[in-house]
């Protein structure tokens, strides 16, 4: 059986497809005039898009369900200036599957990430903490190996293969451009925390075909997890010491900054704040641009609304005009224009 090869994100309106999607959700849902149809949320590794099937809905509800590879028919169109399938054939997938052709991944290079990882680890000054950060991301091949699969969330941010190891990369490279500004505070403890804040997700999450929440992940959550494999670790450095365990726990334990938000603890150290705030920058950076890329209409300047933030973000770039005014502003007071927007990193 020959499936087409083209991906979600390069559909166009009005194409015949057939293809294998994953059933991201789904549910049997009834028209104004009672007529019962299926809507679902398919995706592959490059898109999610709504798709609709009208015509015996119920049996085919009755035999698919979330995470389901199906084989479908139908015809793409534009619905309120977004894209959409309407179908006319799906079924269960019986043919091989690979789940990398059906969950995103990232767009950055996953060994170059490894390596500048690698090189932070190699620079931190604390001789215990480099030994612990060294247990993990050095001695133990299994964890790195999974720890470059590993997605960050299953929706939130940076929900895509090799998201856990862009996120903290992201929130080490904030670690090392914040710390120097503070003298106060213990830059390699802040350092420490951002490489290992999120490592329970390793085992927190599954993603052999759909992401989810594995039964530990459910039980416990990533930090409860993340404790337990950092004290494991410590263990098998010789007299690692008890009150340098205990900061790199506290900073696991109230990364997230308050109980609401699934914190055990509130952060109650200068490093702990400083963690909570940097983790907080590239998740909720990464969250919004996501959703401006994915949840807008085309033919709008705002985006879908956030469920999570509770309100649409505006997503028009900045205009010729604003950019003309700027600079002729700037030219009559004598100010250089820069020639590019500068870089954090």
Known sequence: ??????KLADLKANQKIE???LIRRKNLAQSRNGKEYLNLKLGDSSAEISAFLWD???PADAALKEGDCVHIKGRSQVFNGKLQLTLNFIELWQGPIDPRNFLPQT???IPTMQRDL???VADIHDPWLKRLAQAFFVKDQKFVEDFALAPAAKAMHHAWLGGLLEHTLSVARLALQVTPLYPQINADLVLIGALLHDIGKVRELVYARNLDYSTAGRLLGHVMIGVQMIQEKAKTIKDFPESTLML???LILSHHGEYEYGSPKRPKTLEAILLNFIDDIDAKIVA???HLETGKATDSDWSDFHRLFGRAFYAAPLSNSLEDATSTS?????SAIPSATPKLF
């Open 1 to 6: 059986m020959t499936i087409s090869t083209i």
């Open 19 to 21: 293809m294998q999607l």
């Open 56 to 58: 015996d809905a119920a």
């Open 107 to 109: 767009d950055k290079h």
């Open 118 to 120: 690698l090189q932070i």
């Open 248 to 250: 790199v726990e506290h």
């Open 288 to 290: 919004v641009s996501t």
């Open 330 to 334: 700037a030219a009559e007071s004598g």
